[in-house]
């Protein structure tokens, strides 16, 4: 009797565990967690964990606790037989595979800088040592603690006057650790201090003096390692003003294989010049059809020209959202969630944030890149001009819903175990809207479709702009040349385009990413809907409910693709 209860209430366990995790909110449906839903779990939440216990970035100690969590967890992973594992299975062990195998080599790397640079940091000892003593409150001999931060004072003025007389000879990666490293030091030391200062007298007494002083050295320190530059290694000052760091066709190859893309930078220049073709002829079209003839730059100033007054900006935003939700329920496109559409607001950009943002972005808040008092003239102008409502048009259902609005919101309720993060399928899926909406006729005039066009044009360029830019070809002027005269951008908008490409922390990836994604997630398409196999509403539920991954990963679940343990990206979506 006691065995059956404890089966039942297993068997319970398990009903109940796969309801809940899985239970999809449009007509009951379950989604299963996979095979490897608890490792998951484990891995993120021990992640959590030891980054919140170890929290000196850079640190020695840190490198070696996160290599030994990830070769852990990559033995954990090997004791799943591979092929008895269902598609999610096999698709969830290859991305946390792919995961951890790059989190290793990203760990070696920094061992390697750290090892080029360790003459001018192993200062550090006392500090890290104290700060694990910290964690557990040990008492601390403060008038010891007091003597080691004054000795490391001394310490950093001989390496100051020696690092002073040294030609600058590091690149700026190795630069950049260095004060990291550095920085890394700072946040041990304020650890430490914010702990014991106040609670202990002993400590207030001896350490406030030593410790002002050498968190002071500390920053001038590390801004002292960044003056060492080799000047000859960095990329010239081309005249905009933007200097980022070209990434090379080596680690290009390298990345687009991380991100499951069968095909090297040059194949995507070549894709994206052949999309490009494809809208200067649907541009010449509502080009004519607004009696400007071939002269599409000429239309496009009119549409320009329709600009919203200053202040009606968001009026204007939500009238589009209202029309583009209106067409998504008519042509019953997908499921959209009440709290979903209930719940997504607005706020405006700051003017900061727009040189790198010219126009508006979303997600859960939908911000608006429009005009301030503060503003010169001309850059109000090109403000309101490059955020007309025809522009705009084709990017409201990109930044809500269906775009980054209802992903978000997916992805917190479906499979949240998955995190595997891609802009191939956050930037993919917004775009390949983008797509589909342009095929179902949303735009309604010539005007909607340059402004539409727009927006294409400027994917297509992205790719081309950012891959030439990595490989060395293209400088940020000739980048931002060609989104003026290649799309016809306004050059304020232009320049911050390229700006937030190469130096606001956007992988060589994401600009790129929009329109390949986009054209994944189209291919995906052809092959499940217009085959018949698929609705549309049943495609793009399907899609979101599996949560963020590469597309090719996605594609594999829907059609139950056979997985080898040594997978490797093999699907050419692109067939024109």
């Given at each position: 009797m006691r065995i059956q209860i404890k089966k039942y209430a297993a068997s319970l366990f398990l009903t109940l565990f796969v309801a809940v995790s899985g239970f999809a909110q449009n007509g009951g449906e379950t989604a299963p967690v996979s095979e490897l839903y608890q490792l998951m779990n484990e891995m993120s939440a021990d992640y959590g964990s030891l980054s919140r216990f170890y929290i000196v970035e850079s640190s020695p100690e840190r490198r070696e606790r996160f290599k030994e969590f990830y070769e852990s967890y990559l033995s954990r992973l090997e004791e799943f037989t591979f092929n008895q594992l269902s598609v999610n299975g096999r698709v969830d062990y290859l991305l946390v595979k792919s995961d951890i195998n790059r989190s290793l080599r990203n760990l070696e790397a920094e061992g390697e800088e750290y090892a080029q640079i360790e003459k001018w940091v192993s200062y550090a000892g006392p500090i890290y040592e104290t700060e694990k003593l910290r964690r557990r409150g040990i008492h601390l001999e403060s008038s010891k603690v007091a003597a080691q931060l004054?000795?490391?004072?001394?310490?950093?003025?001989?390496?100051?006057?020696e690092l002073t007389k040294e030609p600058p000879s590091f690149d700026r990666s190795l630069a950049e650790r260095g004060k990291d490293v550095v920085k890394g030091h700072q946040t041990a030391l304020e650890s430490i201090y914010e702990f014991y200062n106040g609670y202990d007298p002993d400590f207030t007494w001896w350490m406030e003096k030593p410790y002002a002083k050498l968190m002071e050295e500390l920053k001038t320190y590390g801004e002292l390692i960044m003056t060492k530059v080799d000047q000859s290694t960095l990329p010239k000052d081309d005249g905009s003003g933007i200097i980022g760091s070209p990434v090379g066709a080596k680690e290009l190859k390298n990345l687009l294989e991380d991100a499951f893309i069968p095909y090297s930078a040059e194949e995507l220049v070549e894709i994206a010049n052949k999309e490009f073709a494809w809208c200067d002829k649907e541009l010449l079209k509502a080009s004519r059809e607004m009696g400007f003839g071939d002269n599409w730059k000429a239309a496009q100033e009119k549409v320009k020209q329709s600009y919203v007054p200053e202040g009606q900006q968001p009026e204007a935003m939500l009238d589009l959202y209202n029309q583009s939700i209106d067409f998504l329920k008519k042509n019953d496109l997908l499921s959209i969630p009440p709290v979903a559409e209930e719940?997504?607001?607005?706020?405006?950009?700051?003017?900061?944030?727009?040189?790198?943002?010219?126009?508006?972005?979303?997600?859960?808040?939908?911000?608006?890149?429009?005009?301030?008092?503060?503003?010169?003239?001309?850059?109000?102008?090109?403000?309101m001009r490059g955020n007309n409502p025809h522009f705009s048009r084709a990017t409201v259902h990109h930044e809500l819903i269906a775009g980054h609005h209802l992903q978000g919101f997916m992805n917190r309720r479906y499979k949240t175990y998955r995190s595997f993060r891609t802009p191939f399928w956050t930037e993919g899926w917004a775009l390949y809207w983008e797509l589909i909406l342009w095929d179902m006729d949303f735009p309604r005039s010539p005007e909607d479709r340059i402004g539409m066009l727009f927006w294409r044009m400027h994917r297509c360029a992205r790719i081309i702009f950012s891959l030439n830019y990595h490989l060395g070809k293209w400088t940020p002027q000739e980048c931002i040349d060609y989104l003026v005269d290649r799309?016809?951008?306004?050059?304020?908008?232009?320049?911050?385009?390229?700006?937030?490409?190469?130096?606001?922390?956007?992988?060589?990836?994401?600009?790129?990413?929009?329109?390949?994604?986009?054209?994944?997630?189209?291919a995906l398409k052809k092959e499940l809907v217009d085959s018949g196999k698929m609705t549309y509403k049943e495609f793009h539920d399907a899609v979101l409910r599996e949560n963020s991954m590469p597309v090719e990963m996605v594609r594999a679940i829907l059609t139950n693709q056979p997985l080898s343990k040594n997978y490797k990206t093999s699907w050419k979506f692109y067939d024109k």
């Open positions: 004054n000795e490391i004072s001394g310490v950093l003025k001989t390496l100051s006057a719940t997504w607001r607005m706020r405006m950009m700051s003017p900061e944030r727009q040189k790198i943002a010219p126009f508006f972005l979303g997600g859960e808040t939908l911000m608006i890149s429009y005009p301030t008092n503060t503003m010169d003239h001309d850059d109000k102008m090109m403000s799309v016809g951008h306004e050059r304020a908008n232009a320049e911050g385009e390229v700006r937030r490409s190469f130096t606001a922390r956007y992988g060589p990836l994401y600009q790129l990413a929009y329109m390949t994604g986009g054209m994944q997630f189209y």
